[in-house]
């Protein structure tokens, strides 16, 4: 993902315009573990738990020392009362 569209994405999450955000996302290869990260990040704050915590999986498989990965997992739990 290229610096320019990064900065379009964060900008969409900060104004909490996720549906934007999920929109940039969507060309993006889930390969890149940021991409995994910012579209469980637009998940979670969507009501979408179930997918925002697949993702995650996804990507802490992938990434084991992933903190942010671990750090929105538990942001998501706790919103949905999971802790």
């Not at 900065?7 to 889930?30: C, P, T």
């Not at 579209?39 to 903190?67: F, I, M, N, W, Y």
């Amino acid at each position: 993902m290229d610096d320019q569209k990064y900065g379009q994405i964060k900008r969409a999450i900060e104004q909490k315009k996720y549906a934007e955000a999920i929109a940039f996302l969507a060309d993006e290869s889930d390969s890149e573990s940021e991409v995994r990260y910012l579209r469980a990040v637009c998940l979670g704050r969507t009501g979408q738990t179930k997918q925002a915590l697949e993702v995650l999986d996804t990507l802490l498989s992938a990434h084991p020392k992933h903190a942010r990965g671990f750090q929105e997992r538990g942001h998501i739990l706790r919103a949905s009362g999971q802790e």
